[in-house]
């Protein structure tokens, strides 16, 4: 299913994040396409943010505004990934991934393999402005997005299997 108002399905739940002091950056297709193409890419289905660590009471304060779970994905008891729909948006997925430090480099196990931020990245957000709305990234944005993506600069026309996309995904 294609997004429907992402920009108000974000401004909801970074509003949740901010209230809880939880620093987060957009990730994946979300950051590919407003870097690249300056709007969520049409046939994306969902918005993905990244954090490091899981905040206690998070889905709880989800719920409260009337996001429901809809995906829970733990690796040796941490959590990985959660996933909401907004209820009040058309259903939009907002896809929230958790990464914990190994040595200097950020990583989040899934059911793909590993993901790797490298240390590089993570101490430094760059706010962009598309569509009269703040979004953080890593930086350099540029860079995130070549480690993040083998050939982001070319658009694909569908939706296909992210991990074979993935330049900083590793097989376990």
Partial sequence: MRLIKPVETYKRASSILKRMNVPFWVAAGTALGLYRDGNFISHDTDIDIEIIGYPEGLIGAFEK?????????????????????????????????????????????????????????????????????????????????????????????????WSKDAGNLYKE
């Fill in 65 to 161: 505004e009337g996001f429901q779970i809809c995906r829970i994905w733990r690796h040796n008891n941490n959590y990985m990934q959660t996933a909401f729909y907004d209820i009040e948006n058309g259903r939009n997925i907002f896809d929230i991934y958790y990464y914990y430090k190994e040595g200097e480099d950020l990583v989040n196990h899934n059911d793909h393999g590993k993901m790797i931020i490298p240390g590089r990245f993570t101490n430094s957000i760059e706010m962009l402005l598309y569509m009269g709305e703040e979004f953080p990234f890593l930086k350099p944005v540029e860079d995130y997005l070549e480690v993040r993506y083998k050939n982001w600069r070319k658009p694909e026309p569908r939706k296909g299997d």
